[in-house]
Every structure is written in C-alpha cells, then in structure tokens.
C-alpha cells in the first residue's frame, strides 16, 4: 500500500476513536443541589464508565451546605443508585470518586475563591489536571452575576499557567431580552464569548440533533423542506406531569420562559434553518440567528391573534385525578402563570414566507411528547373517488424527539380490497430498534463537549437574545393583561389555542 494511503488510513482511525479531553477539573458551584446529583453526577459517572474522561480529571463541589469529602461521595453514590438506570459499578466508582472533593462556602464571598483557588493549584500538582477549569454554575440564576465576578477577581477567568478556563450558564439565561442583555455584559466583562458555554439540554439529546441529520445527510427532505411543499410545521413540547413541589419557581417562570425561549426556539431553528457550510460552532449558530432575526414580530397590540395562554385546573391524567395549578403548594389562588403556551409564527424568508410555525409547550397534557410535525400540502387532485379518499390526510413527517424516539412518515396507501380505497398509514422508524446503541444521556454528550471546547451545541450570546426578542410583545402583552385560559388537567390546552389553528383552517395534531 503507498505511504499515503497509509497515512490517509490511519488519520481515518483515529478520527473514529473516541475523542477524550485534556486533563482538567469540572468546578460545579451548586454542588448540593437537584441538577448535580441527578444529572451532572450521572453524566460524568457514565462519561468515566466508557472511559472518556482522562485520568487526570477532578470535580469540584461547591456550595453553603458543610459536608466532608466523603460525605459529598457518599451523597452522589446514593444519588446515582436512585436516578441511574443499570448497576453503578464498584470498580468505576472507586476510581472515579477518587477525583471527587467538595469546598464548603458561599459563592458570594471573595474568601471562597482563595480556597478555591487554592485547592485547584493543590489539584494541579496532586493529580496532573493542568490549570484546566470549567466552572459549571449550577445554582439560581441570580447568583450567576456575583459567581462570574468573584471568578474574575480572583484570577480564575484565565486557566492557571497556560491552562483553560471555560464557564457554564444554565437555562434560564435572563428572564426577558434586556436582563439577557444584561447578564451578557457583566459574564463578558470577565469572560471572552469563546469561553461561554449557555446550555440548553435539549441540544445534547440524540433526536434534536437528528433534525440535523434528516435534514442535511438526506438528498430527498432539502427540496421540499420550504414553502413550496410545506403547509405548516406543528412543535409539541408536552408533559404529562404538573408543577409538583416547584411553584414558587414555576410561579416566576411560566411555560413560556421555562420551555418556549429556549428549548422551542431552538427546535425551531434546527428545522427552519439553511444549511450550514460546516458542522462547527460558529457555522451552524450564525444560521440559527438568522432563523432568529427572520421570525416575524408578533405585534404587540394583537398578541391574541398569535399566542395563547392557559393554564390547568384539577382535571384527570392517566386516569388519577389530579389538582389543579392553582392549588398547588406555593401558588397564588389567582395566579396567571402560564402552564400552556400556545403560538403562531411567521419566519419571513425566502424559504418560509407564508407558512405559519404553531407551537405549543405545556404541561398536564394527556401524554409526554415532544415532537415537530411537517405537514405537506395535499395533492393537486385525486383522481380516486370522493368515497374512496375519506381517511386520507396529507402527507406529515413527524420527528419524535421524546419519547419512541424515532421518525414516521404519514403516506397514503391502498387499503386491501376489491376497490379502490386509500387511507392513511404510519411509516415508521423506531431509533431504539434502528440502532443498536443506547443513546447518552444529553448531559453526557455536552459536558464531554465542554471538556473538549467544542460549543457547537451550546447557545452563542445572540441566539439567546434574538430568542427573547422574539417573545418581548408576549410577555410585555401579558404582563398588562392579568387573564389566562383554563383547561383541565389531561386536555391539550384551552379551547383558545384550538381556535388559534381553526381560523387558519387548521387542527392541532395528537401525537
Ligand atoms: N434541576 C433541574 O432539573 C434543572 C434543569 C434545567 C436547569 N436547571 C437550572 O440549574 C440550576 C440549578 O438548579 P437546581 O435544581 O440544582 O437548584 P437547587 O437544587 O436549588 O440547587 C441550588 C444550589 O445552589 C447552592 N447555593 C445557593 N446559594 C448559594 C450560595 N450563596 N453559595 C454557594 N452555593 C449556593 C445550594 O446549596 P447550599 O444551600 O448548600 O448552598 C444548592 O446546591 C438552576 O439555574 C436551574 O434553573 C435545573
């Protein structure tokens, strides 16, 4: 075999192996908190298990709550047993919460950062991480500002000796555009962009970037993804479950901040966006800001015509009854917060004009689902008898994001018989069935992607205002008008939003 051939065979190999990142160290500020034990713990557990992490990886735990390294280990291993799926292995344990330590301290007070500071030299010399950091701020949203200041203070905005420092901000980022805007300013007075990772979970998992892949590994979907073909698109973010325990957050939040600004809007860029040149983070999130600037303001004075807002009330799901949002702990009795968001919107480019973008997210839904449903024009004319084509619908690709994932294609077909009846019928791809493989985790694939300094999958600065923006006549509209929809528990939201698609001629798909 000629050298070259050699050489082009072994460059192909080891872009097959599986990448792992440079020594460094994970700082998880709101170490005691929900989102470490159940998700970053796990992530990184599994992330050891198939030995994608470096031997020379640390995690840091950070918050108020007094607790010994050891307890912090005990506290996870409990954590992992109850949230993890599968046997959490001694042999990996062992080695991987070896890495494991936790800091005692306010995030608000300058002394924490010495310690901090400190330990991760200790780090350094101890376990080889290398002046690597990345700070994961895993606490409110409200201490995100003191974090990155007490961060750049004291140095750390630089990795030690040549080393890297990179900063994860959890959704939500801001409550609206101007507190977005803000927090962009004062993370950057600190930080550079290029050291920012904005997560949004939702872009880790393996169906959402499959969007991607359907739309951009396929010849047959580009040329018909536009308006010449599309009739409309239908995003379903769908939970069967209420507010639980979390009101006091939900009371602040509100479907529209908690699911829509971020995880809809992203879906909607993934599926209405050109094609990138390359699969790299500035590439793909130059597209999917101008997605962004191409989504038609809703005017402010009309925002009935274009989004509904509901809520639910003591209904029925699964066939337990349930109480309503209201009667929940921490709920004003006359609370307006929004558990169902439903939207209209227009993306004003040449692929799009004209074809409306429906969008709803809430909770106490009769099922979990979140799908995205392009419907397809019908047919010019059938040339079948009226009779005949009565269970024929138009053609829908349905990209199932959770749960099944997978994807059907909705085509007609003849039924069998001595006639010539058509109807509807599912084409469908299970991904579970199609693949071998488990998919990972979201958490996994983002924070192995953080290790990596790789942002593609995470949110540039624009992105999360233009998807503020977008949403600013809502909020503002809603802000002034103290009223919302009912709906009971176990519907698909209130009467209203049916409307919202019967004006158009249109229905609501049940997924
Ligand atoms: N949980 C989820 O599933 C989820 C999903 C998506 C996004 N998020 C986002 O992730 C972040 C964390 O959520 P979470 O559910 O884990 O919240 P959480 O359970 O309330 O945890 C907050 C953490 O912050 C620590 N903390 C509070 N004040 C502190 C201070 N002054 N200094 C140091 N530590 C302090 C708390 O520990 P001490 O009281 O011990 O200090 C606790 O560990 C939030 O921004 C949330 O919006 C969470």
């Known amino acids: ?58 995690v840091v735990g950070v918050s108020r709550t007094e607790m010994s390294h050891e307890e912090f280990r005990e506290k996870l291993h409990k954590s992992l047993e109850e949230h993890r799926s599968g046997k959490v292995s001694d042999d990996v344990w062992e080695s991987f919460s070896k890495g494991i330590f936790y800091l005692a301290g306010d995030s608000k007070e300058p002394k924490a950062y010495d310690e901090l500071k400190e ?74 962009e290029s050291q920012i990772y904005r997560i949004d979970h939702y872009l880790g998992k393996e169906t959402v970037q499959n969007i991607l892949a359907l739309r951009f590994a396929n010849g047959i979907f580009e040329p018909i993804w536009n308006q010449h073909y599309v009739d409309h698109v239908q995003i379903t973010v769908a939970e069967d479950i209420g507010v639980g325990t979390r009101g006091a957050f939900y009371e602040e939040a509100g479907a529209l ?89 227009f993306v004003d480019n040449w692929r799009w004009a004209g074809v409306p973008f429906y969008i709803r997210a809430g909770k106490r839904m009769p099922k979990k689902a979140t799908e995205i449903a392009i419907q397809f024009r019908p047919t010019p004319h059938t040339p079948f008898a009226h009779g005949d084509t009565q269970g024929l619908d138009p ?16 085509i007609g077909a003849k039924v069998p018989g001595q006639g010539f009846e058509v ?20 958490y996994q694939r983002l924070l192995l992607d953080l290790m990596l300094g790789d942002p593609t999958l995470f949110i540039r600065a624009d992105e999360a205002e233009g998807a503020w923006d977008i949403l600013a006549p809502v909020m503002q509209a809603w802000s002034e008008k103290k009223e919302v929809s009912m709906y ?20 609501w798909r049940r997924p």
């Open 119 to 192: 330990f991760l030299r200790k780090l350094d010399s101890e376990r080889g991480t290398q002046g690597n950091r990345a700070f994961y701020l895993s606490t409110s949203p409200s201490l995100v500002p003191a974090i990155v200041q007490r961060l750049g203070e004291a140095g750390m905005n630089n990795g030690e000796e040549g080393g890297w420092s990179r900063l994860v901000v959890e959704k939500p980022f801001g409550r609206d555009l101007e507190s977005a805007q803000e927090l962009n300013e004062e993370i950057r007075r600190y930080f550079d």
């Open 395 to 410: 053609n829908v690709l349905v990209v199932r994001v959770q749960p099944e994932e997978g994807i059907s294609l909705k």
């Open 257 to 345: 901040r908690d699911i829509v600004q971020n995880h809809v809007m992203q879906i909607l860029c993934l599926t209405a966006m050109e094609p990138p040149v390359a699969f790299d983070a500035d590439s793909l999130r130059e597209e999917k800001v101008k997605v962004l600037k191409a989504v038609r303001r809703i005017p402010e004075d009309d925002v009935e015509h274009y989004a509904v807002r509901g809520q639910y009330e003591r209904g029925w799901v699964w066939g337990e009854e349930v109480e309503g949002y209201r009667e929940g702990k921490d709920v004003a009795s006359d609370s307006v917060t929004e558990t169902f968001v439903a939207l209209k919107v």
């Open 488 to 507: 009971p528990a176990g519907e698909w939201g209130p009467e209203d939003a049916d409307d919202l698609l019967e004006y158009d001629g249109r229905e």
């Open 1 to 58: 075999m000629a050298d070259t051939q050699v050489l082009q065979n072994v460059l192909r190999d080891e872009q097959r192996l599986p990448r792992v990142p440079e020594p460094g160290v994970m700082v998880i500020f709101g170490a005691s908190g929900d989102l470490t034990a159940r998700k970053l713990v796990p992530a990184l557990y599994d992330l050891a298990a198939q030995r994608r992490l470096p031997l020379e990886f640390a």
């Open 423 to 442: 109807s509807s019928v599912n084409m469908d791809l299970l991904y579970g069935t199609a693949f071998l493989e488990e998919a990972p985790d979201a």
